[in-house]
Every structure is written in C-alpha cells, then in structure tokens.
C-alpha cells in the first residue's frame, strides 16, 4: 500500500465518530458497512448471489479468462458485523490481482450465533467446496484477520471428525 494511500486511510479513521459507552451491535454493523462502502472495487470483477453449505455466499469472479483455483474469502469484523458485501473491495482486488474466482461465505455472526457457529461454517463451507469437486490443492484461504478465526479453523480439528480436512501449514 502506498504513503499516500495509508494517509487517506488514516484520515478517514480519523474523521469516523468515536462513540462512548457500548454501541448496539446494530450500529456497528451499520458503520461498518458505511466505511468500508467509502472503498473502490476495482474494475473487471462482477459479483453473483450463491450459496455454499446451505448459507448465502458471494461469488466474485473477473470478467474475462480467469485462472484455476479458487479463493475462500471470509470477511473480518471479529464474528460480529462484516459479510461478503463489505468485504468485496478486499476480495475482488485478489480476484483482480491472481485470476482466481473467490467465494465469500456469509458466516454466521455473534451475537445472535455464538463462537462457534460462524467457524463451524466456515469449515462446511470448505467442505461443500470439496464436495463439488473442487481439488483441495487449488483452494486459497484468504480473509481479514479479524475474520473470527475461520481461515486457519478449517486447518484445526473440528468438533466432529471430517474425511477431508485441510493440511495445517
């Protein structure tokens, strides 16, 4: 990221109101949405509505020849606020940037859906990747960091043994 780039980041932090007191996880997910609305998503990546492991998913694809692989994407905001729409100027810059198709799975968030619930569809996610045929090998996690932990989860053991999990890195 460029010195310039980083600047107006940080000025636009800067300028975000900084509330007192708890804020209604509500609020939260409304100003999320409206910050992370503020960024581009760059030009030659369309979006389609899917689904994947029976929970909404966003497809993000270039719109020319794309490359083998695919990306599971899972957006930030600690497993309580964030969806695959917020996250979209994240994922189609590495769509944009590789040539792999993303999904981005719309993840169960906390408060109403406590730890695990978003993890644990983050790995049926993975799994219904599997299941259509995808080679685990062309398969890229990629998330925010704050992303409730579902990028390195699928690596963990789960709660109830899989036939195909991936390879801890």
Known sequence: ?????????????????????????????????AFMAMFPVPAGARTAPSELAGRPALIVELEGDARPGTILYFHGGGNVFGSPETAL?????????????????????APEHPFPAGADDALNAYRAL?????DPSAIAFAG???AAGTPSRPASPPAKPAS???PRL
Request: positive net charge; charged residues 30%.
């Open 89 to 109: 100027p994240l994922t189609a810059n590495l769509v944009v940037k590789t040539g792999f198709r993303a999904v981005s799975p719309d993840y169960r968030l």
């Open 1 to 33: 990221m460029s010195r310039d780039r980083r600047h107006a980041i940080d000025q636009m932090l800067r300028k975000a109101p900084q509330p007192f007191g708890p804020v209604p996880v509500e609020k939260l997910r409304e100003g999320f949405a």
């Open 130 to 134: 599997l299941d259509s045929g995808e």
């Open 144 to 146: 925010t960091p704050a």
């Open 164 to 166: 195909r999990c991936p």
